[in-house]
């Protein structure tokens, strides 16, 4: 069995939504056995990034006033975005994300900021938890591969993930598309 073949993820956990208004943003924290530097490169190198983010971007997300082009997986879609922070290796905000790294102990306590469309607020934590699972293997050099947008849905645990987090935010789990299949 591979190492892919053996990740289950554990239960939902270190989220919360802040809701002002129409605004919903999902804060997801978790605590990472790398140093922010590591964490940093990860966060922000395109290589890297094709092997844990839901996303992927063109460039270099490092420096302050870089316009990149990201595109988030399944979509297809360019979607010009400009880094407005990049404070290393403490602060990192683009688009409709922030992430912010702080040393805790040996490690990094990660925390994103990502406005999201209330209606897929539990999916984006699914999608997330996953994606920070992933992260963590790639940096600890047991890379799991990337598991990620329509493929993350297909996987086992994101089902479980997904109506953990809806209960845990008290919203309704949402319907999912004609393609994804039940678990």
């Not at 947008?149 to 109506?163: I, T």
């Amino acid at each position: 069995m591979t190492n892919r073949e053996q990740y289950t993820p554990g239960p939902a956990s270190g989220a919360q939504v802040r809701k002002a208004g129409e605004k919903w943003t999902l804060i997801l924290v978790r605590e990472l056995r790398h140093s922010p530097e590591k964490v940093w490169q990860a966060l922000t190198d395109p290589a890297q990034l094709r092997e844990w983010a839901p996303f992927e971007v063109d460039e270099s997300l490092a420096t302050v006033g870089a316009t990149v082009n990201l595109t988030w997986m399944g979509t297809g879609r360019l979607q010009a975005t400009t880094v407005t922070r990049a404070e290393v290796p403490a602060v990192l905000e683009y688009g409709d994300i922030r992430w912010e790294l702080e040393a805790f102990g040996v490690g990094t306590r990660l925390t994103l900021w990502h406005n999201i469309d209330r209606r897929f607020i539990s999916w984006g934590a699914a999608g997330w938890h996953i994606c920070f699972d992933v992260l963590d293997r790639l940096l600890s050099g047991t890379p799991i591969g990337r598991i990620a947008g329509p493929e993350a849905m297909e996987f086992g645990g994101w089902q479980r993930l997904n109506s953990e987090y809806a209960r845990q935010f008290r919203i309704e789990n949402p319907a999912l598309p004609p393609s994804a299949p039940e678990h």
